[in-house]
Nanobody, 114 residues
Framework: QVQLVESGGGLVQPGGSLRLSCAASGRIFGINAMRWYRQAPGKQRELVAVITSGGITNYAESVKGRFTISRDDAKRTVYLQMNSLKPEDTAMYYC????????WGQGTQVTVSS
């Protein structure tokens, strides 16, 4: 059984930083794209960042220049470094891994507030 376990969320003041991690375990092979999504209360889930198996990255306009996605294939882990956080970044963050199937993590809460 494949599991994605996220960590690194929490409460941070505006302007602060957090680093999210998402580690895949179980029988998962041939990981292609790895993505981070977020969903704020009352809003639709939105794509935040994606990294392909070749290391190509893409970001939502709202996080460009502040967030960085990376991956460690040996550890089957994807990261999201979030800097200069704003209150509007407050949301539940989910990782998504595409291989033969599409897998989702359980989410980790990020709250940006003074």
């Amino acid at each position: 059984q494949v599991q994605l376990v996220e960590s690194g969320g929490g409460l941070v003041q505006p302007g602060g930083s957090l680093r999210l991690s998402c580690a895949a375990s179980g029988r998962i092979f041939g990981i292609n794209a790895m993505r981070w999504y977020r969903q704020a209360p009352g809003k639709q889930r939105e794509l935040v960042a994606v990294i392909t198996s070749g290391g190509i990255t893409n970001y939502a306009e709202s996080v460009k220049g502040r967030f960085t996605i990376s991956r460690d294939d040996a550890k089957r882990t994807v990261y999201l470094q979030m800097n200069s956080l704003k209150p509007e970044d407050t949301a539940m963050y989910y990782c998504n891994v595409l291989s033969a199937d599409n897998y989702w993590g359980q989410g980790t809460q990020v709250t940006v507030s003074s």
